[in-house]
């Protein structure tokens, strides 16, 4: 639904080339970024959605056609429910795609942020911000197999104490 809801509204106040490239870029942004703090991309169109209520909640502030676009108990609610996942995945209740979402909604603030600037602007700082969200892909220090790696390669150059509070880490 949300998707449906946001998308609309980007997609007729831009154009379907600039939507498609929000949408592709928001998958890709929000997997690599579970994937970097979890091991697994999730599943789902949530990592998209939060990218699409990111959009809007500063164009809302920066651009007068999207203004009062989104009401304020939308707001909370995205909001809350972010709190809310997080929450419930720290608590072990329910594990949801936490860094999906965090890092859809920011990737869809700097974009409408970003939409001010000059193009080459747009480009070179939307470059580099998908760079550093991205690069969780090749570095993911908050990942299972990341820490299980480093471990290993501890515990292969005959650091033992390291190896072990790094393995302790993975067990947890």
């Not at 703090?37 to 990592?47: A, K, V, Y």
């Not at 007068?64 to 009401?71: A, C, R, V």
């Not at 471990?151 to 947890?172: G, M, P, R, T």
């Amino acid at each position: 639904y949300w998707i449906w809801f946001f998308g609309k509204k980007i997609e007729s106040e831009t154009n379907k080339p600039h939507y498609v490239f929000l949408i592709i870029t928001a998958a890709l942004i929000s997997s690599l970024a579970q994937l970097g703090f979890s091991d697994s991309t999730g599943i789902g169109l949530s990592g998209i959605g939060y990218t699409l209520f990111g959009f809007l909640f500063i164009k809302g502030r920066i651009s007068d056609q999207y203004k009062g676009f989104l009401e304020k108990k939308t707001i909370n609610l995205f909001l809350i429910w972010l709190v809310l996942c997080v929450f419930l995945t720290q608590a072990n209740i329910w594990t949801v795609g936490n860094a999906a979402h965090i890092a859809g909604l920011i990737w869809g603030m700097a974009l409408a942020y970003l939409s001010k600037f000059q193009i080459a602007k747009q480009w070179i700082f939307g470059g580099i911000l998908f760079i550093i969200i991205g690069s969780s892909f090749w570095w993911n220090p908050f990942a299972t197999s990341w820490l299980s790696y480093q471990a290993y390669e501890l515990h292969e150059n005959q650091k033992i104490d390291e190896a072990i509070l790094v393995y302790k880490e993975v067990l947890k």
